[in-house]
């Protein structure tokens, strides 16, 4: 089936479990040839591409821990040598470390900020360079930063950084007609949201809502896909809350 993203080529990463696994199968369902990138979830990474080869689609897994310069080097290369270019980037792999600030260590920080602001920072640099014209590239950020919750510093100022590295890069990329845009999930479920968490706590979040429930990966991959169409192509700079109403 002909769709508005066949002959395009995504890369996702963390895409083996929760969001970024909705995000690669919605892509692949839509047309685009996906990477489906992973740590340690080999299996699940290669389900995720059943899934799309099923639908008709192409995927291919591939292992690397992006908070190493080399190994997301080696992820574009792979990438561009299998499928020839690149036009769909989605950072989507990231950690959560929810302990106030004044218990958290300098090997946590350095752990958090690794994944999910290093990783972000030089994958953004690798689709500079490499991003076909007309692209997007879309960074899963957090409706964390515009809640003033205890226990999330860490993780808020992580993804603070990635927001200002959104917007600036949009003005970086303008010229070749590539969007660059912030996604900000509320509450969405997935094992890094419900670690730790009990079933009271999880439905005072979900009655914050406008909707009383949580998010699913689903309602997040349907915005990923909103950004792909080409009527999307005049937003960017822009971080897009996705939350059912919890704050914006
Ligand atoms: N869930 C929420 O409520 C929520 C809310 C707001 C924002 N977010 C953001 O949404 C994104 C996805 O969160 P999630 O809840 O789907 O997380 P998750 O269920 O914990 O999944 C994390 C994914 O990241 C991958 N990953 C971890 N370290 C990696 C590394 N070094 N290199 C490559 N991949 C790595 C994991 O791969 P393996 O399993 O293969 O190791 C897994 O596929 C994150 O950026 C998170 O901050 C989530």
Redesign the pocket.
Known sequence: METHLSGKVALV?????????EIASKLGQLGATVVV??????A??EEVCQGIEASGGQAMAIQ????QVAELEQLFSLTLAEFGQLDILVN?????ISKEIEEVTEEEYDALFA??VK?VFFACKLAAQHLAPGGRLIN?????TRVMLPGYGL?AAS?GAVDQITRVLSRELGAKNITVNAI??????????REGKSSEQIARMAAMSAFNR??T?SD?AGVVALLTCEEAGWITGQNIFVNGGLAG
């Open positions: 990463t963390g895409a083996s479990r929760g969001i970024g696994r990138n992973y740590l340690r979830s080999r699940q990474a690397a821990d992006i908070t989507n792999a990231g950690m959560l994944l999910n990783s899963i950020s957090t409706t964390v993780y993804k900000s999930p509320g509450p969405t479920d997935t094992e890094l949201f949580i998010g990966p997040i």
